[in-house]
C-alpha cells in the first residue's frame, strides 16, 4: 500500500490530489495507452514539479486488459438493459455530463472489449485522433474497472472525479459488483454496507490529515520535503512509511465490518489514536526543549556566552572566557543529544511523518 494508481484522466491538475500524493505514496502511476506514450501536459507550475517526483507512466499488461475485459464483459452482457436505464436517468454531477459523447484511448482496453461494446450499442468509432468514443458514464467506469484490475493487491486507486464516481459507484457496486470508486471522499453517506475491494486507505489518510489541514500546507513545502527524501534522508522516508503502516490494523477490521456502523466506530477510534499519537509527539518534542533550557549544561553556556562577548570589547578577560570552552563543547552535545531525543519520538510516532510536513510548512510562510 505504498504506491497508488490515478484515473480516469492521463493528465493530474488537482493541487489536492497532488498534496495526499506527495504525502502518502512512494510513487503515483497514471494510465497510459502504451509504453513510451507522449502527451503533452497541461498541468505545469508547481504540480509539474511535484509529479516530476512522484509520478510515472504505466500502461496496462495483456493481464490486465483481459481481466478488464472480463468484468466488463460481465457488466454489460449480464446487465446491459439495466445500465441503459440507469445511464439514462443520469444528468450531471459536477462539471461532468454523463450521457455526452466521450473520447477514449482505443488501445488502453483490447480490440474485443470495444467490439463487445459496438454489438451492446456502448462504443462507436470516432473519426478524432482514432478514438473510440462511448457516453462519459460509459467511459468512466471502464477507467475504474482498468485501475482496479491494474491495482491488484498492493497498490490502492485515486481519482479526483469524486463526485462523478460517487453517482455510479451504487450502481456498479450493487448491480455488477464492481468496487466504488476509491477516493479521499471515502464511502458514499447511503451505503449500508462495505462492499469495497481495496483497503480504504485513502478514507483513514483523510481523517488524520483533517489534523494538519492539507489546504493550507504549501505545495512548494511539501515538494521540498519528498526532494530531500529522494536525496537521502530516510528519516523521512521511515517516518512517512510507518505513517502509512499505522494504517493497516484499522484497515483489517474496516474490512471484517458488517455494516456502516461498525466502519464509524473504527474511523472515531483511528481518530482519537492519531490525535493521541499527535499530543504525544508534541508533548516530548516541548519537553526535550525544555529540559535542554533547564539544564546546567545550558545555563554554563549561555554565562559562557555572555563571558565571551565581554572579552571581545575588554582583552582583560578574554583569558578567563577561554576556560569556558570546555563548557561550550558540552552544550553542543547537550544540543547533539537532545536532537537524537526528539529524532527517536519522530520515528516512534505515527504521526510524525505529518508533523514534519506541518512544520516544514510552518517555516516557509
Not at 478514438?131 to 467511459?139: D, F, I, L
Not at 519528498?226 to 537521502?232: H, I, K, S, V
Not at 499527535?278 to 563571558?307: D, I, P
Amino acid at each position: 500500500m505504498r504506491s497508488a494508481i490515478y484515473y480516469p484522466h492521463l493528465t493530474i491538475t488537482d493541487h489536492r490530489l497532488v498534496k495526499h500524493a506527495l504525502l502518502l505514496w512512494d510513487r503515483l502511476d497514471y494510465i497510459v495507452p502504451e509504453k513510451g506514450w507522449y502527451a503533452e501536459r497541461s498541468s505545469g507550475g508547481l504540480i509539474q514539479e511535484a509529479l516530476s517526483l512522484i509520478a510515472r507512466q504505466r500502461a496496462p499488461t495483456i493481464e490486465e486488459q483481459k481481466s478488464a475485459h472480463d468484468r466488463i464483459c460481465e457488466l454489460v452482457r449480464r446487465h446491459k438493459d439495466a445500465l441503459a436505464i440507469f445511464i439514462s436517468g443520469l444528468s450531471r454531477a459536477g462539471d461532468m455530463n454523463f450521457r455526452e459523447p466521450y473520447l477514449v484511448y482505443p488501445r488502453k482496453f483490447l480490440p474485443e472489449t470495444w467490439e463487445v461494446l459496438e454489438e451492446a450499442g456502448f462504443a462507436a468509432r470516432s473519426t478524432q485522433d482514432g478514438g473510440r468514443e462511448t457516453v462519459a458514464a460509459m467511459a468512466l467506469s471502464m477507467m475504474v474497472i482498468l485501475a482496479d484490475c491494474m491495482a491488484g493487491r498492493e497498490c490502492v486507486t485515486v481519482t479526483d472525479r469524486q463526485a462523478a464516481y460517487g453517482a455510479l459507484s451504487g450502481f456498479l457496486a450493487a448491480e455488477a459488483g464492481i468496487p466504488p470508486a476509491s477516493t479521499l471522499e471515502g464511502m458514499r453517506p447511503g451505503l449500508q454496507r462495505p462492499v469495497s475491494h481495496h483497503p480504504p486507505v485513502e478514507r483513514l489518510a483523510l481523517i488524520s490529515l483533517r489534523l494538519i489541514d492539507v489546504d493550507v500546507l504549501d505545495l512548494r513545502a511539501l515538494i521540498a520535503l519528498r526532494q530531500r527524501e529522494f536525496d537521502g534522508d530516510r528519516s523521512l522516508r521511515t517516518m512517512r512509511h510507518r505513517y502509512v503502516e499505522s494504517l493497516k490494523s484499522y484497515v483489517e477490521r474496516i474490512q471484517a465490518a458488517e455494516n456502516l456502523n461498525d466502519i464509524q466506530e473504527v474511523e472515531r477510534q483511528y481518530l482519537d489514536d492519531m490525535m493521541e499519537s499527535m499530543r504525544q509527539l508534541k508533548e516530548e518534542v516541548r519537553t526535550g526543549n525544555v529540559q535542554m533550557v533547564t539544564s546546567r549544561e545550558f545555563v554554563a553556556g549561555v554565562s559562557l556566552a555572555a563571558a565571551v562577548a565581554t572579552a571581545l570589547t575588554n582583552p582583560a578577560t578574554a583569558l578567563s572566557a577561554i576556560g569556558g570552552i570546555p563548557v561550550l563543547l558540552g552544550l553542543i552535545n547537550l544540543r547533539s543529544r537532545r536532537q537524537e531525543r526528539q529524532r527517536q519520538a519522530l520515528l516512534r510516532q505515527p504521526m510524525s511523518w505529518l508533523y514534519r510536513a506541518q512544520q516544514e510548512a510552518s517555516r516557509r510562510r
